[in-house]
């Protein structure tokens, strides 16, 4: 997201509220007696004298000429509002509710509610529902932040201009509606994409954001451990430059480091140097000092015999990269792969970046709870942050060779003898139907990627709920939208 959403959502409710609604007319929901106020259905307050004109998508808004505004909120017919929108609209008489669906979302609007429910979500709006003249009526807000639209209001000469543009983020190919219930099913938050030699097949957003918003497809997301492909590459291109090889050992670039001389960078990529799985991430501290913190832990078994995930391994990497580059890693993938691929939504992650709330689970109380603290992930194993769209920049890159020549990338994609892990990829099968993938998190975040080598597919989740099992996911979402 590129604005703060709370300064957002007060600047957009403070000019919507000089005045708009649509025409508040009999439609097919039904009119139901009120249950408070002694029975009496509120009227609508008198609409502002400000002249509004509203166009959706740059086309007038065909919503008549009543409106009324309560308590500061601009309120509209759930029917004419969702329907303009794009949208569909029934009434259940089983739930007590106004069902909207569109792109494979139900959202529910229960009578009296400041909550509308998004595939199971309980999406929070800036005021009730309410029953006028047998129409429910809801906030503006509460209508365009469920279906993913947005309001722009300007105001110029006395008149407020609204602009509503839907939702042009969001594809579900009528083939991938599989796909769409999986995640539905799964309770998935985040955001979802698939594609096919770079056509998108699906690209949406689940779940929430924040209490009030929901996840948007086009959000940043933290990319966890999928930052390591990057950091791979990075080496990988120093060595096509010839300013290091894969084969050197870690003592070349840091000599006091024990036992350095029988580490490679090619084990430090492959997992298998034996360094230690973690260290202390703490905020602010400079990656010299996690090195000096990794170097003084010992050594799980003689490198290049087993493997074993390391993070400590991929810092060691990062660090690497600075010592020969004499620049800041984030500065370098920025400089070398993000800016040269034109991916514009990605980079080094910090307190600043914009991302949806991360949440995990409370297993006590059994409920998704928001992550208060920063997850620090120091640079080379964890740091980077991307949206969808630029994350399939990169794996269509990847595989056109505007990274890495063919024989590179060959070698990145072999594993070791132990383990079908090669250098920051998982490999699956062989030839035309060779399969890598990743996956990454942190506290409160959950990320996955898996591509087909030989048949140009591409299935990327990043999720804002800690603890997912992405790698099933991705092999499950693959298998659903192309049966293998």
């Known amino acids: 997201m590129t604005m703060d959403w709370k300064k957002s959502f007060a600047w957009s409710r403070v000019a919507i509220s000089a005045a708009l609604a649509l025409t508040i007319s009999a439609g097919t929901l039904p009119t139901y007696a009120a249950e408070k106020n002694g029975g009496q259905i509120p009227t609508a307050v008198s609409a502002s004298s400000t002249k509004v004109v509203a166009e959706i998508d740059g086309k007038p808004a065909q919503w008549g000429?009543?409106?009324?505004?309560?308590?500061?909120?601009?309120?509209?017919?759930?029917?004419?509002?969702?329907?303009?929108?794009?949208?569909?609209?029934?009434?259940?008489?089983?739930?007590?509710?106004?069902?909207?669906?569109?792109?494979?979302?139900?959202?529910?609007?229960?009578?009296?509610?400041?909550?509308?429910?998004?595939?199971?979500?309980?999406?929070?709006?800036?005021?009730?529902?309410?029953?006028v003249n047998g129409i429910l009526t809801v906030p503006l807000r509460g209508l365009t932040?469920?279906?993913?639209?947005?309001?722009?209001?300007?105001?110029?000469?006395?008149?407020?201009?609204?602009?509503?543009?839907?939702?042009?983020a969001t594809v579900v190919g009528s083939n991938l509606t599989a796909v769409d219930e999986y995640l539905k099913n799964e309770q998935f938050s985040g955001n979802v994409l698939v594609a096919k030699d770079g056509k998108v097949l699906i690209r949406k957003g689940y779940g929430l954001a924040s209490d009030q918003t929901l996840v948007r497809p086009t959000d940043k997301m933290r990319l966890g451990s999928l930052t390591k492909a990057f950091t791979a590459a990075l080496i990988l291109k120093l060595e096509e430059e010839g300013k290091l090889s894969t084969e050197d050992p870690l003592s070349k670039y840091i000599p006091d480091y024990p036992r350095g001389d029988e580490i490679t960078l090619s084990m430090l990529l492959s997992h298998t140097s034996g360094v230690a799985l973690n260290f202390t991430r703490r905020?602010?501290?400079?990656?010299?000092e996690t090195v000096e913190e990794i170097k003084r832990s010992?050594?799980?078994?003689?490198?290049?015999?087993?493997?074993?995930?390391?993070?400590?391994?991929?810092?060691?990497?990062?660090?690497?990269?600075?010592?020969?580059?004499?620049?800041?890693?984030?500065?370098?993938?920025?400089?070398?792969?993000?800016?040269?691929?034109?991916?514009?939504?990605?980079?080094?992650?910090?307190?600043?970046?914009?991302?949806?709330?991360?949440?995990?689970?409370?297993?006590?109380?059994?409920?998704?709870?928001?992550?208060?603290?920063?997850?620090?992930?120091?640079?080379?194993?964890?740091?980077?942050?991307?949206?969808?769209?630029?994350?399939?920049?990169?794996?269509?890159?990847?595989?056109?060779?505007?990274?890495?020549?063919?024989?590179?990338?060959?070698?990145?994609?072999?594993?070791?003898?132990?383990?079908?892990?090669?250098?920051?990829?998982?490999?699956?099968?062989?030839?035309?139907?060779?399969?890598?993938?990743?996956?990454?998190?942190?506290?409160?975040?959950?990320?996955?990627?898996?591509?087909?080598?030989?048949?140009?597919?591409?299935?990327?989740?990043?999720?804002?709920?800690?603890?997912?099992?992405?790698?099933?996911?991705?092999?499950?979402?693959?298998?659903?939208?192309?049966?293998?």
């Open 283 to 288: 905020e602010g501290t400079p990656l010299s």
């Open 145 to 168: 932040e469920p279906l993913r639209a947005s309001v722009k209001p300007v105001t110029s000469g006395g008149v407020l201009n609204l602009s509503l543009k839907t939702d042009d």
């Open 298 to 484: 010992p050594l799980k078994f003689i490198p290049g015999s087993d493997y074993l995930y390391s993070n400590s391994g991929f810092v060691l990497l990062g660090y690497i990269i600075e010592q020969v580059t004499s620049t800041d890693y984030a500065d370098y993938v920025q400089t070398r792969i993000l800016d040269p691929l034109d991916m514009e939504n990605s980079g080094t992650v910090t307190r600043q970046t914009k991302v949806p709330t991360s949440y995990e689970y409370d297993w006590q109380e059994k409920t998704w709870k928001s992550v208060d603290e920063y997850y620090f992930a120091p640079s080379g194993t964890g740091s980077l942050y991307s949206t969808l769209d630029d994350m399939l920049i990169w794996a269509d890159s990847l595989s056109a060779g505007k990274v890495l020549s063919e024989a590179t990338m060959e070698r990145m994609y072999t594993p070791s003898p132990y383990k079908n892990y090669g250098y920051a990829w998982i490999i699956e099968g062989e030839g035309p139907n060779k399969v890598v993938f990743h996956n990454g998190g942190g506290s409160g975040y959950t990320t996955g990627i898996r591509r087909g080598l030989g048949d140009g597919t591409v299935v990327v989740l990043l999720a804002n709920r800690g603890g997912l099992d992405t790698n099933t996911m991705t092999a499950e979402i693959r298998k659903l939208a192309f049966n293998n």
């Open 65 to 131: 000429d009543s409106v009324y505004v309560y308590r500061s909120l601009t309120y509209v017919p759930v029917r004419e509002g969702a329907v303009s929108l794009g949208a569909k609209v029934k009434w259940d008489k089983k739930q007590h509710a106004a069902v909207v669906t569109l792109n494979g979302d139900e959202l529910l609007y229960r009578p009296n509610s400041d909550t509308v429910s998004v595939n199971g979500f309980e999406l929070k709006m800036p005021g009730t529902t309410r029953n």
